[in-house]
C-alpha cells in the first residue's frame, strides 16, 4: 500500500474524526515526509525496526536533533504507526523499542520587566504611515504580554470573544481543544478599546478581533512574523511570541499571582508545566525567602 495515500487517509482521520488542530496536522506531515524521503521508502510494508532507528539515529547524528525535536519526531510517527495497525496495514509499532532521551532542564527565556516596558513604547512610538496600525500594534503585543495568549490563539481571535466592558478574554479551543476564560487588566482594556475605535471609524466588519489595514480580514501569521522582525530589529531586544508568553507567566508571579490561577489563565493541562516559572522568577523566590521564621534573629 502506498504510504503516502495511506498518509493522506491518517490526515483526514486525524482532522475530521479526532479533531486535531491544523498546526498538530503540520507536525504530523513534516515527521511522515521526512522518514519516507530518508528511508528511501514508498509502500507501508517497507516500513521497518531498522529504517525508523536508522531515521531516528540520523536525526540526532547528523541533523543535531535537541530532545525535544526527537520526541516531537517519536510521538508524530507512533500515532501515525498506531493508526496503520488499527487499520489492519501494519502488525506491530516499530518505534516501541526506541527510548525517549531526557529532556533538558532550561529555564524558560523571558523578558525583565524594564525591557518588557521598553518594547511596548517603542511598538507604540513607531513612525507608522497610519494611525490605525498604530493603535493595532500595540494592541497585539499588549495583548502578548498583558495575558500570555499564544501565537494562534490571538491570531483566531473573534470580535466577540473579548469583552472590554467585562475585562474579559474568551479563547476558544486553545491548546488541547480547550476553552478558557482570561481576565484582561484595565490597562489593557484601555489599549484594546482604543483599537476597535479605531477599527470600527475604518468600517472594519469581518469578525476576527485583529484585522489587517488593506483587507476588511483577519491579520495573518505572515503579518505577525513580519510585525515581529519590524519591532525586533526597531527595539534591539531578541525576543519571540513566545517569549512574551513566558515573561507574561513570570511577571504575574512576581507580583504574586498564585500558581494555580496562572495555570489556568495559561490554559495548561498539568500543574506541574506552570511550576517551571517559579524557577524562572528570582524575585519570586527571593521573595518566598523572607517568609523563613529565623529571619528575625538578626
Same mark, same amino acid.
Given at each position: 500500500?502506498?504510504?503516502?495515500?495511506?498518509?493522506?487517509?491518517?490526515?483526514?482521520? =486525524?482532522?475530521?474524526?479526532?479533531?486535531?488542530?491544523?498546526?498538530?496536522?503540520?507536525?504530523?506531515?513534516?515527521?511522515?515526509?521526512?522518514?519516507?524521503? *530518508?528511508?528511501?521508502?514508498?509502500?507501508?510494508?517497507?516500513?521497518?525496526?531498522?529504517?525508523?532507528?536508522?531515521?531516528?539515529?540520523?536525526?540526532?547524528?547528523?541533523?543535531?536533533?535537541?530532545?525535544?525535536?526527537?520526541?516531537?519526531?517519536?510521538?508524530?510517527?507512533?500515532?501515525?504507526?498506531?493508526?496503520?495497525?488499527?487499520?489492519?496495514?501494519?502488525?506491530?509499532?516499530?518505534? #516501541?523499542?526506541?527510548?525517549?532521551?531526557?529532556?533538558?532542564?532550561?529555564?524558560?527565556?523571558?523578558?525583565?520587566?524594564?525591557?518588557?516596558?521598553?518594547? #511596548? $513604547?517603542?511598538?507604540?512610538?513607531?513612525?507608522?504611515?497610519?494611525?490605525? #496600525?498604530?493603535?493595532?500594534?500595540?494592541?497585539?503585543?499588549?495583548?502578548?504580554?498583558?495575558?500570555?495568549?499564544?501565537? =494562534? @490563539?490571538?491570531?483566531?481571535?473573534?470580535?466577540?470573544?473579548?469583552?472590554?466592558?467585562?475585562?474579559?478574554?474568551?479563547? =476558544?479551543?486553545?491548546?488541547?481543544?480547550?476553552?478558557?476564560?482570561?481576565?484582561?487588566?484595565?490597562?489593557?482594556?484601555?489599549? %484594546?478599546?482604543?483599537?476597535? @475605535?479605531?477599527?470600527?471609524?475604518?468600517?472594519?466588519?469581518?469578525? $476576527?478581533?485583529?484585522?489587517?489595514?488593506?483587507?476588511? =480580514?483577519?491579520?495573518?501569521?505572515?503579518?505577525?512574523?513580519? *510585525?515581529?522582525?519590524?519591532?525586533? $530589529?526597531?527595539?534591539?531586544?531578541?525576543?519571540?511570541?513566545?517569549?512574551?508568553?513566558?515573561?507574561?507567566?513570570?511577571?504575574?508571579?512576581?507580583?504574586?499571582?498564585?500558581?494555580?490561577?496562572?495555570?489556568?489563565?495559561?490554559?495548561?493541562?498539568?500543574?506541574?508545566?506552570?511550576?517551571?516559572?517559579?524557577?524562572?522568577?528570582?524575585?519570586?523566590?527571593?521573595?518566598?525567602?523572607?517568609?523563613?521564621? *529565623?529571619?528575625? %534573629?538578626?
Amino acid at each position: 500500500m502506498d504510504i503516502e495515500i495511506l498518509a493522506l487517509k491518517f490526515y483526514d482521520y =486525524s482532522s475530521y474524526v479526532k479533531g486535531f488542530t491544523k498546526s498538530t496536522l503540520a507536525r504530523y506531515k513534516v515527521a511522515i515526509n521526512l522518514y519516507v524521503r *530518508l528511508a528511501g521508502i514508498s509502500q507501508i510494508e517497507q516500513v521497518t525496526e531498522k529504517n525508523v532507528k536508522e531515521f531516528f539515529l540520523n536525526g540526532r547524528v547528523q541533523r543535531k536533533w535537541k530532545s525535544n525535536s526527537f520526541i516531537t519526531f517519536l510521538m508524530s510517527l507512533r500515532v501515525f504507526f498506531k493508526w496503520c495497525i488499527k487499520e489492519g496495514y501494519l502488525k506491530q509499532d516499530p518505534t #516501541l523499542d526506541i527510548e525517549l532521551p531526557k529532556l533538558e532542564k532550561r529555564l524558560p527565556p523571558k523578558l525583565t520587566k524594564q525591557d518588557a516596558l521598553k518594547l #511596548l $513604547e517603542i511598538v507604540y512610538n513607531y513612525p507608522y504611515d497610519y494611525k490605525f #496600525l498604530r493603535y493595532r500594534n500595540h494592541a497585539i503585543f499588549s495583548m502578548f504580554i498583558f495575558t500570555g495568549i499564544r501565537k =494562534s @490563539e490571538l491570531l483566531r481571535l473573534k470580535f466577540t470573544d473579548v469583552d472590554i466592558d467585562n475585562l474579559t478574554l474568551f479563547v =476558544s479551543q486553545g491548546k488541547g481543544s480547550k476553552d478558557r476564560v482570561v481576565p484582561i487588566s484595565y490597562t489593557l482594556a484601555q489599549t %484594546l478599546k482604543r483599537y476597535t @475605535e479605531d477599527r470600527k471609524r475604518l468600517k472594519k466588519t469581518c469578525s $476576527e478581533f485583529f484585522v489587517s489595514l488593506n483587507r476588511n =480580514s483577519g491579520y495573518t501569521n505572515s503579518g505577525l512574523k513580519r *510585525l515581529t522582525e519590524q519591532m525586533r $530589529e526597531a527595539s534591539g531586544i531578541k525576543f519571540t511570541i513566545h517569549k512574551l508568553r513566558h515573561t507574561f507567566a513570570t511577571l504575574m508571579l512576581e507580583g504574586g499571582v498564585d500558581i494555580y490561577s496562572l495555570s489556568k489563565m495559561m490554559g495548561h493541562s498539568d500543574i506541574k508545566t506552570t511550576t517551571i516559572y517559579l524557577a524562572a522568577s528570582a524575585e519570586h523566590l527571593r521573595a518566598q525567602m523572607t517568609k523563613h521564621p *529565623l529571619n528575625d %534573629l538578626v
